[in-house]
């Protein structure tokens, strides 16, 4: 039953307390570090599970932090466009569900393609300790450890002295260093909620016109919704050196929202059957 959404421009129940969330533990992260020298990012960020930071009631605890001003102006912003809609036309105990069960889907599917590629990693290796070489090594980094720039100094020491086990063992350090770097990168963010906030208005009002900032064009919202989505999966699988956005937890968000919605509706016709 469609509920009240032409009444958008209020702020329902709970995103107005999601928004207010979300920016106390802003400012309490940057309050907590200035006065205290408290991080809570240690604390409430997500970590992988073997992470000596890592606790399991950070699946819910990172979708309240962010990174910077910008990381959360965009996901408030984009919670309160779209979330206030949903909440309007499922409710607030529905709205609310949803919203916890994208951030939580999307933290399993960030988290098991982390283990994926950290394995893949350990494997890689392990097979370059069996043989070592400066040029194994160097595939090594630049196949597993991109973010990482190897001197060519070193590469080419080693090349010249390849007997010299100085050069292993300083690769077996690097490598461990490298590998806790990968373990110990905190997860922030509601981005993965939001996105499973912007599918699921994607598919609820797939006509519904929005105009883009850039370029400013209209764009029915679930032309927009495939657009963004086939955007992240190429960010997704390119894994660009650099790129800290989590773009698999933002599909994650995604996934889980669309199997939600098609539970929803499925429960809803058997009802009716």
């Not at 650099?242 to 929202?257: K, P, S, Y």
């Amino acid at each position: 039953m469609f509920k009240n959404v032409s009444n958008s421009f209020g702020i329902p129940i709970v995103v107005k307390n999601l928004l207010i969330l979300n920016i106390l533990f802003f400012l309490g992260t940057y309050v907590a570090k200035s006065s205290w020298g408290f991080n809570l990012v240690e604390w409430l960020a997500l970590y992988y599970p073997e992470s000596e930071y890592f606790k399991p009631y950070q699946y819910i605890t990172y979708m309240f932090m962010h990174g910077d001003m910008w990381h959360i102006f965009f996901n408030m912003y984009a919670l309160w466009m779209f979330g206030r809609v949903l909440e309007n036309y499922w409710g607030p105990k529905r709205f609310l569900i949803y919203y916890f069960v994208t951030g939580v889907g999307a933290a399993l599917l960030h988290t098991f393609v982390n283990w994926w590629m950290i394995s893949r990693a350990m494997d890689a290796a392990t097979i370059y300790l069996n043989t070592p070489s400066p040029d194994s090594f160097a595939l090594l980094i630049r196949d597993y450890f991109s973010e990482y720039k190897i001197s060519s100094e070193f590469l080419n020491a080693w090349a010249g002295d390849p007997s010299n086990m100085m050069y292993v063992e300083q690769t077996k350090s690097l490598i461990n260093e490298m590998m806790m770097f990968k373990i110990n990168i905190p997860t922030v963010g509601a981005s993965g909620a939001v996105f499973g906030v912007l599918l699921a208005f994607g598919m609820l009002f797939p006509n519904t016109q929005l105009m883009l900032l850039i370029p400013p064009i209209p764009l029915k919202a679930k032309y927009f919704v495939m657009i963004y989505g086939a955007i992240e999966l190429y960010f997704a699988v390119m894994n660009q050196p650099g790129d800290n956005v989590a773009h698999f937890a933002h599909l994650g968000g995604m996934l889980f929202g669309f199997f939600l919605i098609r539970y929803w509706k499925k429960k809803q016709f058997d009802r009716w059957n």
